[in-house]
Nanobody, 131 residues
Framework: GQKLVESGGGSVPAGGSLRLSCAGSGFQLTAGYNCVGWFRRAPGKEREGVAA????????YYADSVKGRFTISQDSAKDTVYLQMNDLKPEDTAMYYC??????????????????????WGQGTQVTVSS
């Protein structure tokens, strides 16, 4: 079946970096879906939008908590969307999920899953940052 697959999570000390990858299984991600977002959920907390990218252009959107530290990008040749995470902090510890929507990103609403209406979600990849 069609699904999103995340990879790249792991355990790093504070200040470290990780790069998460999101690819489509059974479908083309960047060619077929206009908005791809990264979300995270920490234990006991609600899911939070982290970053999103409009795959037809260069528009990107970030949560204030990650601006300047995280970068979302795409590689159309590899049909993959990345989340480069630098200067990681313990509060970044969470399960990270990618999501894809056929429609265009609705501006900063792309960070709100209920408003954007993402079609596909991945199973998540765990990121743990130690102090």
């Amino acid at each position: 079946g069609q699904k999103l697959v995340e990879s790249g999570g792991g355990s790093v000390p504070a200040g470290g970096s990780l790069r998460l990858s999101c690819a489509g299984s059974g479908f083309q991600l960047t060619a077929g879906y206009n908005c791809v977002g990264w979300f995270r959920r920490a234990p006991g907390k609600e899911r939070e939008g982290v970053a999103a990218i409009y795959t037809r252009g260069s528009s990107t959107y970030y949560a204030d908590s990650v601006k300047g530290r995280f970068t979302i990008s795409q590689d159309s040749a590899k049909d993959t969307v990345y989340l480069q995470m630098n200067d990681l902090k313990p509060e970044d510890t969470a399960m990270y999920y990618c999501a894809a929507d056929e429609g265009a990103c609705w501006g900063t609403y792309a960070l709100e899953s209920a408003k954007q209406g993402y079609t596909y979600w991945g199973q998540g990849t765990q990121v743990t940052v130690s102090s």
